[in-house]
């Protein structure tokens, strides 16, 4: 029988300090509740993705010296960046295993380093030649491999890799090296359609080498980075574990006894492991709840990582705003957030009565700032340019007049003011930049308007009292309201009809527009530079706005 | 005898049959000035740097095929991107050589792919593994390299490579290929520190091949990246000829009379080609005047290349805002910028002259628009929150009421805003979050306030007439004007003091701070947020803002 804790754990990235003792403390309670062995995630020390701290050498010697000196019970495989050699530039993302009444040691170092999407580990590490392997185990000897290793091996990766490390594995196995069972030290952000995927991987690994594999991942967000936990062991036979999601906690594998697999809980969640027979999948939560559980994750990280206890937001009476309420709530408390209701000349009574229902059912701050003569003040000053100007002019007044109540509150309360915005109305422009967009977090920014109704309801679905979006939010027609009578639909398409048009072209990269298509495509373009002032947004899709994201321009001839 | 044209050339990202026209018309009048051969920068055909752009398959199979369609009555060599192998994932960063009467061929393919700093190549392109050539010249073969492939040679690279190209073709000619001349196809980002190192990297290569060495660079601005131009060619004597930084133009080479070198201008523009005797080191202009020319080309191609012809920016009276008014009427023409002074309570009147005088000597529109009723009426929307709250929000209330009425002034206008501040304020966050900050492109937002005096010293000695920049605003005091009596030096260290300090951090990478360096790094991590949020500055120096740019996070223990 031998026992191997999953610690998934929610680092903070650049807090070597706080992640040493995150480690530290999960560890001793492994022991206690009797595992033989324990394992992080990729880079726990760093935390994931530390980007350009990397070419810090004196960050990576830190984090180096820092995983050698973690204090354990039991034997424990830290995932740490680890300084270059001698006369290389670049450092390793290593394993090192430390343990009671052993010298801490160098177990591994990753093989294959991804660069793409998200990721950009060329851009920072040397690559080893070679799997991993610790023998703390008396007669159980653990093959180690981080993260992208082991998805060579099922095909999922877009990258040409000269090697596949499980392959390499097995091969040492049939050279007589033997191993009881792999691990994976991950950091696997999250994404929508990535459910299933690491089932597969852990099945089809644990197939070929013949024992367990388990792969332990980070949890929590790092700016725009989400990572959803999930950590997971599969058998040869197909049989799987899956930790909860969204919680930090430690998943107790017998390697030998998949139904004997436990989660001790280090937070208040209430998730459940899953085990999962052989030709079963593992199950997955309704889209709009699992989106409202990461962006929420997202968020509150995003806030307690960063020291912000306190949250601003415009409400409109929409349901955008309404949503970011409701998960600003959840993030920091509703007796930390305060809600703007900041009615223009244009506004409807039926949107501050919604914005009245959903903060009081919250039970959040609510003001109500009418703009109109702020508004006044300034179309009177700028007169001239806006009676022979763009009419848009005209209509972003009001947004930036919102944005600068919404920051004033934020800067006076020391609080964060956050971008309540979408994903749709982002990609096209339907926003106001120094406006709408202002904010140090766009809770849904990664999120199409469709998704949002989905996380409305998990929202409502989940409240054991009143409904905190009502129903009158959830059916009226989207409207920004800068003009009279305005809707959405009078300048764009149905979400219905455009959401499905942007997920093919920015998720999908599907690049044959039809008329309708085309005449969106220009209005992407056209919003590039919307996209690049960006506040950070937590991640759920495949391609979200940000690094790279970038369009051709059109010919200039 | 044999003349070889360096297309200095501005292409635009993205922009495939405008940059096929560029090449062609250069192409065109290089023959006709009696070169046998002509070659490009790096990537002409998608222009430098593509990004993402390169992960469309269709993007790169169009640059492909459209580099392949070139005509030229000469032998021509093409930077292009080219699709990837057969079952491989990544394209290439290669060479096409075309030619009236010869089958259009791959002649070259990166071997060395820079992944640091401005540079993700690694990320995007596959490497080949061995220098290119082409025999188009009778007698007279051309070894090819491309960029980084010629770096590794004079141990200017900070990673570590495999391959030495420039060995590789000298070991090519010790086993009996005639080479007669080796070319460097390049996009070789402009920084300030970077003088002179291109002439050590041509003499280097061109002795140890035994013959001229000839680098074509780009010139012009894509986003944040600049491209100073400035090819070179290098003899084994040591002779080096420099064509012209800041413009576009052929540069015609006999690779065996290095004083037959000569510039044909293709804007009007009337810097020289300079010819350096082996001991000598070619010039530079005083920085200053490189800087301004280096911002100036900046901010102009942003304009031109993304469709812009006019720009609006607010006017304090203060040093930055005048320098980027003379930048800004460089750029896209005095009758095309509209300056907006906006005093306020705390405005001194000699700030509103200071910024009449400018204007006036730029030839450009200002309008003085008190912001005193607005503020009023803000204050009094949100006086509650006001009064109990941070002083900070009343300070950022103006700029962000500046910034608001920028933005309707531009949104009218069909304009776009350009925000004037530069880097020593942005790393201290002494500025506002959708206030000043606002704008599609910071013109200083990369230069340190004591090298904006600099410029402004430039700008002031080649005007003809009045200086722009007022004695007044030279040598006033630098105030934010947001409280009675401001000073910049209330809240920061003098310029003089905080920028090297600020630069041994951010450009040196030195960490180790005195307690006066600790205060000021203290808010350096603090304003994270405000750079995320950066529009695109032009980048002069080794580290700007920017992609990757983060500090750790302090421990939250």
């Known amino acids: 029988m031998t026992v191997i804790a999953l610690l998934q754990l929610d680092p903070t990235v650049g807090d070597i300090v706080g992640n040493v003792a995150l480690v530290e403390e999960a560890a001793a309670k492994a022991a206690e509740a009797g595992a033989d062995m324990a394992m992080t995630s990729e880079l726990i020390i760093s935390g994931y993705p530390p980007r350009d701290m990397l070419m810090d050498t004196s960050f990576v010697a830190a984090c180096e010296a820092a995983s050698m000196e973690v204090k354990s019970?039991?034997?424990?495989?830290?995932?740490?960046?680890?300084?270059?050699?001698?006369?290389?530039?670049?450092?390793?993302?290593?394993?090192?295993?430390?343990?009671?009444?052993?010298?801490?040691?160098i177990v591994g170092r990753k093989q294959l380093l991804p660069t793409y999407d998200v990721f950009d580990e060329g851009r920072y590490f040397q690559a080893d030649d070679g799997p991993g392997i610790d023998r703390s185990l008396p007669g159980a000897s653990v093959g180690i491999t981080i993260c992208e290793d082991a998805w060579q091996h099922i095909g999922e990766v877009p990258s040409d890799?000269?090697?596949?490390?499980?392959?390499?594995?097995?091969?040492?196995?049939?050279?007589?090296?033997?191993?009881?069972?792999?691990?994976?030290?991950?950091?696997?952000?999250?994404?929508?359609?990535?459910?299933?995927?690491?089932?597969?991987?852990?099945?089809?690994?644990?197939?070929?080498?013949?024992?367990?594999?388990?792969?332990?991942?980070?949890?929590?967000?790092?700016?725009?980075?989400?990572?959803?936990?999930?950590?997971?062991?599969?058998?040869?036979?197909?049989?799987?574990?899956?930790?909860?999601a969204w919680s930090t906690g430690i998943l107790l594998i017998d390697i030998d006894r998949p139904n004997a697999a436990s989660w001790i809980p280090l937070d208040a969640n209430s998730f459940k492991l899953e085990i999962v027979a052989p030709n079963e999948q593992p199950t997955f939560p309704p889209k709009g709840h699992d989106l409202l559980s990461a962006?929420?994750?997202?968020?509150?990280?995003?806030?307690?990582?960063?020291?912000?206890?306190?949250?601003?937001?415009?409400?409109?009476?929409?349901?955008?705003?309404?949503?970011?309420?409701?998960?600003?709530?959840?993030?920091?408390?509703?007796?930390?957030?305060?809600g703007l209701a900041m009615p223009s000349r244009h506004s409807s009574n039926h949107s501050i009565e919604d914005a009245k229902v959903t903060a009081e059912v919250l039970g959040m701050e609510l003001q109500i700032l009418p703009i109109n003569d702020i508004h006044s003040s300034v179309d009177e000053t700028l007169d001239d340019e806006l009676e022979s100007g763009h009419p848009v002019a005209k209509e972003n007044l009001q947004s930036r007049i919102r944005g600068t109540l919404v920051m004033g509150a934020a800067n006076a309360r020391g609080a964060m003011a956050i971008a309540t915005g979408n994903k749709s109305e982002l990609a096209m422009g339907y926003c106001t930049l120094y406006g709408d967009m202002n904010g140090g977090y766009a809770p849904l920014g990664d999120l199409y308007k469709t998704e949002v109704y989905e996380v409305a309801k998990a929202i409502n679905s989940r409240s054991t009292g009143n409904p905190p979006i009502t129903e009158?939010?959830?059916?009226?027609?989207?409207?920004?309201?800068?003009?009279?009578?305005?809707?959405?639909?009078?300048?764009?398409?149905?979400?219905?009809?455009?959401?499905?048009?942007?997920?093919?072209?920015?998720?999908?990269?599907?690049?044959?527009?039809?008329?309708?298509?085309?005449?969106?495509?220009?209005r992407l373009h056209a919003n590039e530079h919307k996209r690049w002032q960006l506040c950070p947004a937590p991640r759920v899709s495949n391609r979200a706005f940000g690094q790279g994201w970038r369009q051709p321009l059109a010919s200039r001839r």
């Open 73 to 105: 019970p039991i034997p424990l495989l830290i995932g740490a960046p680890l300084s270059a050699e001698k006369n290389r530039h670049k450092p390793f993302n290593g394993v090192v295993r430390v343990a009671d009444s052993r010298i801490p040691k």
């Open 161 to 244: 890799y000269a090697a596949d490390p499980i392959e390499q594995l097995a091969t040492w196995q049939h050279q007589g090296e033997p191993l009881a069972v792999s691990v994976n030290l991950s950091s696997s952000p999250y994404h929508l359609s990535k459910e299933g995927i690491r089932a597969k991987l852990v099945r089809k690994a644990a197939s070929t080498l013949g024992h367990p594999f388990l792969l332990c991942n980070q949890v929590g967000g790092n700016d725009d980075l989400l990572f959803d936990g999930r950590s997971i062991a599969g058998w040869p036979d197909g049989t799987i574990v899956q930790g909860p």
């Open 295 to 338: 962006v929420t994750m997202g968020l509150a990280d995003y806030c307690h990582k960063s020291g912000i206890e306190k949250i601003v937001l415009g409400m409109s009476g929409g349901i955008d705003s309404a949503v970011c309420a409701a998960i600003a709530c959840d993030a920091v408390g509703p007796e930390n957030v305060l």
């Open 472 to 522: 009158s939010t959830m059916t009226k027609a989207p409207s920004a309201e800068l003009a009279p009578n305005q809707k959405d639909e009078d300048n764009l398409p149905a979400y219905t009809v455009l959401d499905p048009i942007l997920e093919d072209w920015i998720e999908r990269g599907i690049r044959n527009p039809s008329p309708l298509t085309g005449e969106i495509l220009a």
